[in-house]
């Protein structure tokens, strides 16, 4: 199988960043250039920009799409992670844009979850898909890459920024949200953080030997969870949570590049 042209991958990257609803372009990305690659899997959700950031090289992907046309069961997983390999990462920051589930958990807080749980059903979650394709059963005990986190969270503390440094992601079928039982299921099962777009990427990201970790951004109480129980989630208060952080979020992504 090939993943890349060596025209694509003339010069490796030093981090892919994907990101999630309200995230859908690095603005301080300089001397863009796009790639579309074709991947055995299909076309990634857009193109990705590859350019300068903090003077770092830096890919990014918009994993709904630029104007946030695919909803996350419609999402082509394999393609994207396929492509960004192809076009040099080696190591991917996920953003992810989330519900808080408990207390530490509220809107605009940034998370760096060690564990996740996956909910979510019938999507396309493995390179081993295809008949006669290689059988892989790759460790997964923790699902986020440990020195990939420790960066996440060394720049935080560098660039003064709050982030909760563990956790565990939820990750659900969507797009409906959740029901308040669901959420409560999930508080039992000891999640802290609920999204849907969350698996199956970081498991492909596994199976490809890509170094992943997220950085979730919380948009919203999930259901139930915060102090209004009976609070209606509206995209607009997502966006606007979502836009609130992207602050901090950038100071941290700087932090972790400039090293
Ligand atoms: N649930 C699932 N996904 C989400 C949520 C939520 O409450 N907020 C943002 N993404």
């Known amino acids: 199988m090939r993943f890349r042209s060596s025209k694509e991958h003339a010069m490796t990257l030093d981090l892919a960043v994907i990101g999630g609803t309200g995230v859908y372009a ?3 990305l300089a001397d863009v250039e796009s790639h579309q690659p074709v991947t055995p899997y299909g076309a990634p959700s857009g193109p990705i920009r590859v350019g300068s950031y903090a003077g770092r090289r830096v890919a990014f992907l918009a994993r709904h799409g630029e104007g946030h046309s695919l909803p996350p069961h419609k999402i082509n997983y394999r393609a994207n992670l396929a492509a960004l390999k192809a076009v040099g ?3 991917v920051l996920a953003m992810n844009t989330v519900g808080g589930i408990t207390e530490r958990c509220g809107p605009r807080v940034l998370a760096c979850p060690d564990q996740l749980i996956d909910y979510t059903w019938g999507r396309i979650s493995t390179l081993c898909e295809e008949p006669g ?3 892989l059963h790759v460790d997964f005990g ?10 996440v969270i060394a720049a935080a503390k560098r660039a003064n920024v ?6 565990c ?19 039992r099962d000891g999640c802290d953080l609920v999204g849907m777009t969350g698996m199956p990427e970081a498991g492909l990201a596994r199976e490809l030997g890509l170094d992943y970790a997220c950085l979730a951004i919380v948009a919203n109480w999930a259901a139930g969870a915060g102090p209004d129980v009976d609070e209606v989630i509206t995209l607009q208060d997502v966006l606007d949570n979502v836009s609130a952080a992207m602050d901090d979020a950038a100071r941290l992504l700087r932090a972790m590049l400039a090293v």
């Open 26 to 28: 690095l603005g301080e």
């Open 89 to 91: 990462a080696t190591r």
């Open 133 to 135: 394709s290689e059988v």
């Open 142 to 151: 923790d699902p986020y890459t440990p020195a990939l986190r420790n960066e």
């Open 162 to 167: 709050a982030l909760v440094d563990a956790g």
């Open 169 to 187: 992601y939820g990750a659900t079928q969507g797009p409906r949200l959740e029901t308040k039982a669901e959420i409560a299921r999930m508080r």
